[in-house]
């Protein structure tokens, strides 16, 4: 596969592809919130309120967790932290801190946090997927060089990925896996226990992104790039939840059926 797109949207080097997908299925995701702000137990000038804080709060996010994965650049340059016109955004930390500041200013005007947590889970997958789609047609996500029958090769000489020869579209990878995501989690969305979708969504990608390391060309440690090792802790810190979540569920049932059996004693 052979691609020759300018990764500047209609030519301008402000607006990259990637930028120009990710505004337009944000501002998608805003406009569904909001059309279902009243069911979310917010009201739709609240929510204006809560998606400009989450846009802040992912960009914050994603500036800092590049920061500390780059950490050793930025000791020698410290002030070139604040150019972020030179790019430099990690998807994790907008997908943690966003995520986070988006619920907690959910929690704080009164909203039904589980059913606000699936809807935005929603929203945040497509953002994801349109994201990465157009990371895939700028060539900014780098992949080990292959011979496989799907490698992608950019002859655009503006794209990151010039000159690089075949390589795995990785993007094109951690798109297909927000697409699953986000159609299992809406052909299935009535056999979820609600405010379940994130954690499946978190686990989910984690493992997704977890396994497209191994074929990406970013700096590794112990043979694991960062992101993966973000991964690793996200599935460890959703796996401990789901087991204390279990046993919580467990002692309250045992706990019911002891007042109940205790109830039909006294009758």
Known sequence: MTIDINPWAFGTMIL???????????????????RHAHSLGVRPRVMH?????TVLWSLLGARLFHLMDHASFYVDVPFQAFYVWNGGLSLWGALIIGGSGALWHAKRNGARVPAFSDALTLAGLATLLAGRFGDFLAGERLGMGTSLPWAVTYVNERSVAFSTGPTHPVALYEAFVAMALLVGLIRFRGK????????????GYSLGRLA???VTVDQTMAKLDASQWVAIAILIVIGIFAVRSKKRSRSLGNRTRTQDKARGENT
């Open 16 to 34: 990259p592809w990637t930028t120009l997908s990710i505004i337009v299925s944000a501002s998608g995701g805003i406009a569904w919130m909001l």
């Open 212 to 214: 497209i390391g191994f």
């Open 192 to 203: 979820i226990q609600e405010g379940w979708g994130v954690f499946i969504a978190f686990a």
């Open 49 to 53: 309120s809560i998606a400009l804080r």
